[in-house]
């Protein structure tokens, strides 16, 4: 069974540091790795997609890395600004579901 | 955009009562999702489905049934609400394909009393 694990569950930074958000994952059998963004109450917003394929995608200020062999992904954020303050859930793709870790909570102190 | 809409936004029902959530995607896509999403558990999946009329037990389905009649449209109903129930539910849905993202509703919080 696929399990997906978030670390830090939780982190606060000051505005404008660089900072890594981290993903593991159990099984490397997967088609595609996604990061969300959800903001309190809200639904998920699509940040990055990375295929089974791809080493990494970048979107902005945003950079997400995947490393299949060792069931690893990585989202770098540069420059960090209040309006990124969310929780940020990756979620890995396999055979014809979605396995979600459980978030970390990114708090953007000005 | 894709646009994928969930027909309420909070919703408070009472123990016993039966509760449809609805969801609507704009994109002709034909898998469509149904999570809850509770604090510490993160997103559980209900059910899903590849197409009309077709529908899959995801992990939590017990409680639960669906239906999807129509390509845009995929129903979740919670046959007799308990508290239990209590929860966050979202919508998504995808296109054929293992590259293709998924795309989520804005959540309907639901209160089961």
């Known amino acids: 069974k696929q399990e997906v694990t978030q670390i830090p569950a939780a982190l606060s930074v000051p505005e404008g540091e660089n900072l890594v958000l981290n993903c593991s994952f159990t099984d490397s059998a997967i088609y595609n790795l996604q990061w969300f963004r959800q903001d309190p109450g809200k639904g998920l917003t699509s940040l990055l997609l990375i295929q089974s394929s791809q080493r990494e995608q970048t979107s902005g200020r945003l950079n997400a890395s995947l490393d299949k062999s060792s069931g690893r992904s990585t989202l770098y954020i540069a420059a960090s600004q209040p309006g990124d303050s969310a929780t940020y859930l990756c979620a890995v793709r396999h055979d014809q579901k979605v396995t979600f870790g459980t978030g970390t909570k990114l708090q953007v102190i000005p | 955009d894709v646009k994928v809409t969930q027909s309420s936004r909070y919703l408070v029902k009472r123990t016993g009562e039966k509760v449809f959530l609805e969801c609507v995607q704009d994109?002709?896509?034909?898998?469509m999702f149904w999570y809850r999403q509770d604090p510490g558990l993160g997103l559980r999946l209900i059910y899903f489905?590849?197409?009309?009329?077709?529908?899959e037990k995801g992990d939590i389905p017990e409680g639960y049934s669906v239906s999807r009649e129509k390509k845009e449209r995929f129903s979740l109903i919670l046959e007799s609400a308990s508290t239990n129930q209590t929860s966050m539910y979202l919508c998504?849905?995808?296109?054929?394909?293992?590259?293709?993202?998924?795309?989520f509703g804005d959540g309907t919080r639901l209160s089961i009393l």
């Open positions: 994109m002709d896509h034909e898998n």
């Open positions: 998504a849905s995808t296109s054929q394909g293992a590259h293709q993202p998924q795309h």
């Open positions: 489905s590849y197409d009309v009329k077709m529908k």
